[in-house]
């Protein structure tokens, strides 16, 4: 039997929507529905985040997604916090130099935003393009762990 749970709670940035199955995170997202549901330690852990308590995450993941998209948001967790890098070092990175717009496509896709960090992806020349919950998130997003 599958036991899910969601919780949406606020942030610094908004409220966010936590999913998790059978223990393991499969969303999070910025929402804009109201808080509910109870602290759970996905929840901690990214409030520890915003607060510049964590800067890595010890949850189990289970993105659902095609095999180029996991590979894509793996690679993502490589990227140090604080740091950056391109769509097309992304690319290079997984071994499809040429595929810098199919990465730009699977980090549209990331269910699991903060946690697998797509905000740490830029443009070329360190352009911010793109980010589901907005450029102004991604710009924030960056900014807490540059501190």
């Known amino acids: 039997m599958t036991m ?9 940035l908004g409220n966010m929507r936590l999913v998790m199955r059978d223990g393991a995170v499969t969303g999070l997202c910025f929402t804009d529905e109201a808080e509910n549901g109870e602290i759970n330690e996905g929840v901690r852990q990214v409030l520890e985040y ?4 964590r800067r890595d995450f ?3 993941l289970e993105p659902e997604g095609t ?6 948001w793996r690679a993502l967790m490589d990227i140090p916090y604080g740091e950056t890098r ?12 040429g595929a810098a717009r199919a990465v730009g496509g699977a ?5 699991i935003a903060v946690i697998i960090p797509c905000h740490r992806v830029v443009g070329s020349g360190g352009a911010l ?7 102004d998130k991604k710009q924030k997003l960056l900014e807490l762990e540059r501190g």
């Open 86 to 97: 391109t769509y097309g070092e992304i690319a290079r990175t997984i071994g499809s130099p």
């Open 50 to 53: 915003f607060a510049r308590e």
């Open 107 to 111: 980090n549209n896709k990331n269910p």
């Open 129 to 135: 393009t793109g980010y589901a919950g907005g450029i």
């Open 67 to 72: 095999p180029f998209q996991k590979k894509v």
């Open 58 to 60: 010890d949850l189990p």
């Open 4 to 12: 899910m749970e969601t919780a949406v709670f606020r942030t610094p």
